[in-house]
């Protein structure tokens, strides 16, 4: 008799494993499923033809094609070799579990793997400060993302990146660099480190923070899995900062869900001839950020538990004379 979905999926945790490898993230319908009947009953619901409650008939049937199920024997495989690699999966109800990404609602995560330290988010939303921007950033740039990292970190708080070139990999150094928490929140496996320039920066992550991602390990990044994680960016961390990003840059999506969502935003302010300037005053401009100039902006942004000024002394954030060099 060959192997179902359910022989390989009895149980909620499993079942959410198994959906995180035959569904994209950030899928509404399958959000929708997955909250009212919980995983186990959604992969049924997969596999068989018959009503799926709230959707119509045809709706059901096109949903169904979207997930390209594969054989069950293969996927028990692909279990298998997971739980023995030492990746963690965490799923609601978990202890370790962050809460904030329920504000996701019908496009909350159907879980999480991780790599590192866990217990990182169970920490309170207002530890998490998000530090996102463009990946060619300018050495203004690097300068004050490195800044603003330290600062985060000497407050005790997380840096929250994507682990990308430019503002995103200097905030993890700095935090790094500082002896702080940070969290690189990835867009493929996290037994994947990518960009593959980043190994040895997320490799270090991995063993004193946290990789994580909703995608399974061995997953390649996409665009839409990178647009997909911006909104886990967004809603994990109480406050997101954006140093610089073009009139394009995937971080503006980072901060356009912020704000949906009801977090604070911050914007770092460049020079108006700078192509890298025009996101965050974009952000300015349009009322959706708030101006990030100083270590006092910062803490005006993350709130409660002022951001130290033992290790950081800076008046204003601005590049030092001459400013250094940025090699991308």
Known sequence: MMASLSDVASDERTARMVLSMLVEPNDPVTGRILARLGAVQTLWLAEHDGAVVGLSPV???????????????????????????GVRALVPGDSDWPTA???LGEVAPYLLWTR????FLSRPMSDFVTIAGARACTSYGDYVARELASSVAADERVVVAGGAYGIEGA???AALAAGGDTIAILANGVDRPYPVGHRDLLDR???????????????????????????????LSSATV??????????????????????????????VTSAASVGPHRLLRDGIASLVADTSDLASLVGPG?????RLDMEQVRPPSPAPTRTL
Do not use: F, T, Y
Not at 61 to 75: G, I, T
Not at 207 to 233: C, N, Q
């Open 242 to 271: 954006i140093v610089e990003a073009g009139g394009r840059s995937g971080s503006l999506v980072v901060a356009q869900r912020a704000a949906e969502l009801g977090r604070r935003v911050g914007a770092v302010p460049g020079p």
């Open 171 to 173: 905030s993890h150094l």
């Open 116 to 119: 590192g330290a866990s217990s």
């Open 101 to 103: 990404v329920d504000d």
């Open 59 to 85: 709706d059901a049937q096109v949903w169904r094609d979207h997930l390209s199920v594969p054989d069950a024997k293969e996927l028990a495989a692909r279990i298998d070799q997971v739980q023995q690699s």
């Open 205 to 235: 992550v991995a063993d004193v923070g946290l990789l994580a991602s909703e995608v399974p390990p061995g997953a390649v990044p996409s665009r839409h899995r990178v647009i997909a994680r911006a909104r886990l960016m967004a809603a």
């Open 306 to 310: 002022q951001v130290s000024r033992e």
